[in-house]
């Protein structure tokens, strides 16, 4: 059964780092697209980065995070991480690790598997 599970949340001050963790169990790494959503408070779900090794491309990520968050994933444990520094108060929300077999797509309910979220807070 497929299955993935965010780690790693929590409060930060502005210019702060975080690390998620994603455990995909029973995701193939090397042919599913893995990545991360967020929601914010009153606002719409937003794609933040996505990585899927089958086209051999860049992974993706939102203009507003590139330079500071990055994607990576763990063929050893079956993990996707997004390391994320120099964190804003707008970066605050709920991020969600999503899966799903081949190419990453553009919205949250393309991915068939989608985890539960996890909080991550940027404030003084």
């Known amino acids: 059964q497929v299955r993935v599970v965010e780690s790693g949340g929590g409060l930060v001050q502005p210019g702060g780092s975080l690390r998620l963790s994603c455990a995909a169990d029973?995701?193939?790494?090397?042919?599913?697209?893995i990545g991360w959503f967020r929601q914010a408070p009153g606002k719409n779900v937003e794609r933040v980065s996505c990585i899927s090794r089958t086209l051999r491309t860049s992974p993706y990520y939102t203009d507003s995070v590139k330079g500071r968050f990055t994607i990576s994933t763990y063929n050893a444990n079956n993990t996707a991480v997004l390391q994320m520094n120099s964190l804003k108060p707008e970066d605050t929300g709920v991020y969600y690790c999503?899966?799903?077999?081949?190419?990453?797509?553009?919205?949250?309910?393309?991915?068939?598997?989608r985890g539960q979220g996890t909080q991550v807070t940027v404030s003084a």
């Open positions: 999503v899966a799903r077999s081949g190419f990453c797509k553009a919205t949250f309910y393309e991915y068939d598997y």
């Open positions: 029973n995701v193939d790494l090397d042919t599913w697209a």
